[in-house]
C-alpha cells in the first residue's frame, strides 16, 4: 500500500492510458489512417544528347566545369494529367522543355553574381496532355565536381512531391531540430536559471546551435521554410567556419585553461576565416562551395591542435579528469569528422548526411549527459553558496540578521539621498544580562535574548528592518517612518515586555533610544550609529538612576 501511495501518479496514469489504448483497439471502424503518397520516380530510359546513349537515373557525367548537359525523355502516359517535376540542382542552372517549349528556366545568379550557388529543388508545372512529348532538361555548374551530376527526378501532385523531400530527408531535419532545442534550452538554463558564477555550459550550447543550422542547412528540407537563395546557399559555410568558436571558449575557460593565448588566436583565426570566405563570395573571387576545402582543411588542423594540447594537459596534469573525458568524446569527434570530409573529397556528397547524423547523436548523448552533471554540479554549489550567505548574513541564536548585513544596508541607503534624508535609527541594550547569566545560567540569558530579538522583531519589525549587532545589543532601521508611529510601536513594545515579565523569577528590560538623520551631523553611517547609540545610553542611565 505504500508503494502504491509513493508511485499512485504514475500508476494511475498508466492505467488510463492502457484503457485508452484498449479501447482504440477494440472500437475500430473503417480505416481512417492517414495514407502519405510518395512522389514518383522517373529513372529510366533517358537518353544523352552528346553521345546519343541510354542510361538511368541518378547518374554522373565526366563533364568540364561549365559545360551544358542536355538529356531527354519522352513522357509516360501518367502526363495525359498535369503533373509537378521535381529535379534537384546540385549547384546547377536547370532548364526544362517540353516539346522544344521551354517551360521552366532557372539561372540562380541571374540577378546577382555575388549571389551564392545552391542546391535547389525545383517544382515545375507540366500541362495536361504532354504524353507523348520530349522532356528534355538542361544543367550546367561552374563547379567542376558538380558538372554533369544527375539526381534523380521525380513528378506526382504537389503535396506529394513534398511528403517525398520528408520522408527521404526529413531525418536530418528531425536531428537539427532536436539539436536546435536542445542547444536553446542549454543556452536559456545557463544564461537565465542556473544562475552560477562563470557558468561557461552556455558555450556548448551555442556549439549545439551553431552545429545543428549546418545539420538542418545539409538536410536537404530548408528550402521549404526559407526562400532566399542566399540564405540556402551560405548558411551551411557560415556554420561550418564557426563552429570553432564556442567550442574553443568553452574549453580556454574550462579544460585547458594553461593555453588561453592558443585559443585567443584560435578564435581570431576562425572568425577571420568566417569573414574571409564572405568577402571572396560577394566579390566572385571564390564561390562558397570552392572555399570550404579551406575551411575543411581549418578544421582539421585545429582538430589537431587541440588533440596536441589535452595530451600536453594530460601531461602537466594526468590526474585531471575532465581533459580525459573531453579527449574520449573529441576522438569520436575527430574521426567521424575524418570520414565526412574524406567523403567530400571523394565527392560521395549523399555520405556526408550519414556522418553527420552519427555526429549529432553522439554530440547530443555526450552534451545532454555533460550537462546534468554540470547542472547537478552547479545546484550543490548554489546550494552551498546559499548557505554560506545565510551564514554570513543570519544570526545563528536568533534568526536575526547580524552586523554585517547592517552595515551593508545602512551603507547601501547612504548611498541613496532620498532614502538617507528619511532614515531613523533604533538602538537597543538588554538591561542586567550578565546578572541573569550569573543567578539563572547562560541558558536562560540566551533564550531571553531570543524573546527580546522576538518582541523587537513584531513590533519594530514591522516598521523596517532589525538586526543583532552583538552579544544583547540591536538595531532597527526605519525610512519614511513618522514619530507617530513609532511611538504606536512603542507603546506596544513595552507592553510586550510587561507581559512577558509576568510570573518569571527574572524581569527583562531593555534600554534603547532613536536617532533621525542629520545633514549636517551624519556625513557617514557611523556618525548616524554613534547618536542612536548616544540615546540608548541615555535611557539606560534612566534605568540605573530608577532602578
Not at 330 to 350: C, H, N, P, R, T
Request: proline share 3%; charged share 20%.
Amino acid at each position: 500500500m505504500k508503494t502504491f501511495f509513493r508511485y499512485r501518479t504514475l500508476i494511475i496514469s498508466v492505467l488510463i492510458l492502457s484503457v485508452f489504448i484498449s479501447l482504440g483497439l477494440v472500437y475500430q471502424y473503417g480505416e481512417h489512417k492517414l495514407e502519405i503518397t510518395d512522389a514518383y520516380p522517373l529513372s529510366e530510359g533517358w537518353k544523352d544528347h552528346a553521345t546519343n546513349t541510354y542510361f538511368d537515373l541518378p547518374y554522373d557525367f565526366n563533364l568540364e566545369a561549365g559545360e551544358t548537359h542536355g538529356f531527354s525523355l519522352i513522357l509516360p502516359e501518367t502526363f495525359k494529367h498535369p503533373q509537378y517535376l521535381l529535379i534537384r540542382g546540385s549547384l546547377q542552372d536547370v532548364v526544362v522543355a517540353i516539346g522544344g517549349n521551354i517551360i521552366y528556366a532557372h539561372d540562380l545568379r541571374e540577378e546577382n553574381p555575388s549571389i551564392p550557388y545552391a542546391s535547389l529543388w525545383h517544382y515545375i508545372p507540366v500541362p495536361a496532355d504532354s504524353d507523348g512529348l520530349e522532356l528534355t532538361v538542361f544543367l550546367s555548374t561552374p563547379f567542376e565536381a558538380m558538372s554533369g551530376k544527375v539526381n534523380e527526378i521525380y513528378y506526382g501532385a504537389y503535396n506529394d512531391l513534398n511528403a517525398h523531400i520528408f520522408i527521404d530527408y526529413g531525418r536530418g531535419l528531425l536531428v537539427g531540430l532536436l539539436t536546435l532545442i536542445l542547444g536553446l534550452i542549454i543556452s536559456f538554463i545557463s544564461l537565465f536559471v542556473d544562475k552560477i558564477k562563470n557558468n561557461d555550459v552556455v558555450y556548448l550550447g551555442l556549439f549545439a546551435i551553431v552545429l545543428s543550422l549546418w545539420i538542418i542547412s545539409e538536410s536537404r528540407t530548408l528550402q521549404i521554410f526559407v526562400d532566399s537563395q542566399y540564405m540556402i546557399g551560405a548558411l551551411s559555410y557560415y556554420a561550418l567556419a564557426l563552429l570553432p568558436i564556442p567550442i574553443a571558449v568553452y574549453l580556454k575557460r574550462n579544460i585547458l585553461s594553461d593555453y588561453v593565448k592558443v585559443f585567443h588566436g584560435i578564435i581570431v583565426y576562425s572568425f577571420s576565416l568566417f569573414i574571409g570566405i564572405i568577402l571572396l563570395q560577394h566579390f566572385n573571387v571564390l564561390g562558397f562551395f570552392e572555399s570550404v576545402i579551406l575551411t575543411q582543411l581549418s578544421l582539421i588542423l585545429l582538430a589537431l591542435l587541440v588533440f596536441v594540447l589535452l595530451v600536453l594537459n594530460l601531461k602537466r596534469h594526468p590526474r585531471h579528469q575532465a581533459t580525459k573525458t573531453f579527449m574520449l568524446y573529441f576522438v569520436i569527434f575527430a574521426i567521424i569528422g575524418f570520414m565526412e570530409f574524406a567523403s567530400f573529397l571523394f565527392e560521395d556528397f549523399d555520405l556526408i548526411s550519414v556522418f553527420v547524423q552519427g555526429i549529432v547523436v553522439i554530440f547530443m548523448i555526450v552534451l545532454f549527459s555533460r550537462y546534468i552533471m554540470i547542472l547537478n554540479r552547479n545546484y550543490h554549489i548554489r546550494i552551498e553558496r546559499e548557505t554560506l550567505e545565510k551564514m554570513a548574513y543570519i544570526d545563528r541564536l536568533t534568526g536575526s540578521k547580524n552586523r554585517h548585513a547592517f552595515e551593508e544596508d545602512l551603507d547601501l541607503l547612504f548611498s541613496h539621498p532620498q532614502s538617507k534624508k528619511q532614515l531613523k535609527m533604533l538602538y537597543f541594550d538588554f538591561n542586567d544580562l550578565k546578572t541573569i547569566n550569573d543567578n539563572f545560567g547562560h541558558d536562560v540569558g540566551d533564550q531571553m535574548i531570543i524573546d527580546g530579538y522576538q518582541m523587537i522583531e513584531k513590533t519594530f519589525g514591522e516598521l523596517g528592518k532589525c538586526y543583532r549587532i552583538g552579544g544583547d545589543e540591536f538595531s532597527c532601521i526605519f525610512v519614511g517612518v513618522t514619530n507617530k508611529l513609532y511611538q504606536q510601536q512603542s507603546v506596544l513594545f513595552n507592553e510586550m515586555v510587561d507581559a512577558y515579565n509576568k510570573d518569571r523569577p527574572y524581569q527583562f528590560s531593555v534600554s534603547y533610544g532613536i536617532a533621525a538623520y542629520q545633514q549636517d551631523r551624519d556625513i557617514k553611517p557611523k556618525d548616524l550609529v554613534k547618536r542612536a547609540d548616544q540615546k540608548m545610553y541615555l535611557d539606560k542611565e534612566k534605568y540605573r538612576t530608577n532602578k
